[in-house]
């Protein structure tokens, strides 16, 4: 079973740049899985940031794409996340998660624990 | 972008009652939803993926049906561990986005 785990700062300064790694345990990073990035503002709903291939494929939130960037580390099996210029309304629990193909379309099927990231001076 | 509108965005309900959740996209997105569940302090966990497909371990009391733009979950009959926020999720289109969440508490 395929296991999935956040690590980073918990605290960012504004303007800041936020950078999030995630490990990824009990499969492969190449298989035929799609790997995302979803936050959860305190109290909030769910917002999808983006996802990334192993071969380096990616597609993101039109909201954040001027800010964001994944990117993928077949040798350590993990996936980072890097958002710039960051605000108070970045403040989130920040969760990894593998998509896998049911059918013919993606769902989120195995979820980190989650990672809250503060921005604050 | 696609919007998901849920409703009710709360409930209050009893062990064993029979509650449905309804999922309302702003455009059609023929069978291609998924529900998730996530209670206090954890991450979501798929319950219902095709809009009707019961994930592998999902009690068989988790139900969905639906297709376009409205769909519904069901919970057949409550048991003390199904008190949760329940939401919604589209996978038709890029940007994914999800429903605000349904939060369904004890009466």
């Known amino acids: 079973q395929v296991q999935l785990q956040e690590s980073g700062p918990g605290l960012v300064k504004p303007s800041g740049t936020l950078s999030l790694t995630c490990v990824v345990s009990?499969?492969?990073?190449?298989?035929?899985?799609?790997w995302s990035w979803v936050r959860q503002p305190p109290g909030k709903g769910l917002e999808w940031i983006g996802e990334?291939?192993?071969?380096?494929?990616?597609y993101y939130n039109p909201s954040l794409k001027t800010r964001v960037t994944i990117s993928v580390d077949k040798s350590k099996n993990q996936f980072s996340l890097k958002l710039s210029s960051v605000t108070a309304a970045d403040t989130a629990v920040y969760y990894c998660?593998?998509?896998?193909?049911?059918?013919?379309?993606?769902?989120?099927?195995?979820w980190g624990l989650g990672t809250l990231v503060t921005v604050s001076s | 972008d696609i919007q998901m509108t849920q409703s009710p965005s709360s409930v209050s309900a009893s062990v064993g009652d029979r509650v449905t959740i309804t999922c309302r996209a702003s455009?059609?997105?023929?069978?291609?939803l998924a529900w998730y569940q996530q209670k206090p302090g954890k991450a979501p966990k798929l319950l219902i993926y095709?809009?009707?497909s019961l994930q592998s371990g999902v009690p068989s009391r988790f139900s969905g049906s639906g297709s376009g733009t409205d769909f519904t979950l069901t919970i057949s009959s409550l048991q003390p561990e199904d008190f949760a926020t329940y939401y919604c999720?589209?996978?038709?289109?890029?940007?994914?986005?999800f429903g605000q969440g349904t939060k369904l508490e004890i009466k």
């Open positions: 999720q589209q996978a038709y289109i890029f940007p994914r986005t």
């Open positions: 990334i291939y192993h071969t380096g494929s990616t």
């Open positions: 095709a809009a009707s």
């Open positions: 998660a593998s998509l896998t193909i049911f059918g013919v379309v993606q769902y989120f099927d195995y």
């Open positions: 009990g499969g492969s990073i190449s298989s035929n899985n799609w």
């Open positions: 455009q059609g997105l023929s069978s291609w």
